[in-house]
């Protein structure tokens, strides 16, 4: 199994994580964020084409379009779902993990995962928040929107430890924009993965992400001292975390 991408203790591998995910023995933690289930993304996209005249006036035209492209995107499988295999990805990461496996989805998915990894070994802990308060808003204007995501937490069997003391699971950072988004559908915003790889791993830990993306994760690991392996089935998006990754993400010390 040839990386795509090595050096200074991060590993990018191309291929579907199913793949090769067999092919390793351990990882310290897993954290990743896998597609949704395509169910979200229709529905989000089909909301935003109904909604007409009812559209925010704050978003303009550009913005407008930028969300419904990318929605339609998502809709069509530009990154894939979930569905079809969350229960093999589950079974990998809890024999991959020694410790903490933190797992965003949507929150009509979270049960799904929680019940997999505890089938397959994994004690569940708690499912934590990424609160957005900068989300999009419903379209339509007749319902609330969505301003979190969830987060599975799960630990292998034993005693747990982490970094953050007596906090709560709720992490509230703005969304990826601008010169700080990557090119790619959905990223997670860095700060909020600096305060996660900070909060559940310690320096020199390996974490694991097999929905690598655009690499956001790996930079943050790297940038606070931890090694890392991305798995990634999209070429393009190899190449984006590759690029962030050798552009020097420099090394910091993060404090929440």
């Known amino acids: 199994m040839t990386p795509y991408y ?6 990018i591998y191309h291929g579907d994580c199913l793949s090769v995910l067999p092919q390793f023995e351990q990882a310290d933690h897993v954290i990743t964020d896998p597609p949704y289930a395509r169910d ?14 009812g559209t925010p006036a704050r978003m303009g035209l550009k913005q407008q379009t930028h969300v419904g492209q990318t929605l339609a995107k ?19 990461i809890a024999r991959l993990a020694k410790r903490w496996v933190l797992v965003f989805s949507d929150a009509e998915t979270t049960h799904r995962w929680k019940a997999e990894l505890e089938l397959a ?8 928040a990424w609160v957005k308060p900068d989300a999009m808003p419903q379209m339509s204007g007749d319902r609330p929107s969505v301003g979190f995501e ?34 790619h559908p959905c990223p997670k915003p860095e700060a909020l993965m600096l305060h996660l790889v900070s909060d559940f791993s310690d320096e020199g830990d390996t974490i694991l992400d097999p929905f690598m993306g655009s690499g956001t ?10 090694k890392a392996i991305g798995i990634e ?18 090394p910091m010390e993060f404090s929440a």
Request: glycine share 12%; hydrophobic share 40%.
């Open 6 to 11: 090595e050096q200074d203790g991060i590993t």
């Open 40 to 53: 979200v993304y229709v529905r989000a996209s089909a909301n935003f084409t109904k909604v007409g005249s």
């Open 74 to 92: 998502l809709a069509a499988g530009d990154i894939g779902h979930i569905d079809d295999m969350l229960a093999g990805v589950a079974v990998e």
């Open 121 to 128: 070994g994994m004690r569940y802990v708690r499912t934590g």
């Open 150 to 183: 969830p987060c599975t937490i799960t630990h292998a069997q034993g005693p747990m430890r982490w970094n953050g003391g007596g906090r709560q699971a709720v992490w509230t950072y703005l969304i990826a924009k601008g010169h700080d988004r990557p090119d």
């Open 217 to 226: 994760t790996l930079v943050a690991a790297k940038r606070l001292g931890r």
């Open 233 to 250: 089935r999209e070429e393009k998006y190899c190449e984006i975390a590759a690029k962030r990754l050798a552009q020097g993400a420099l």
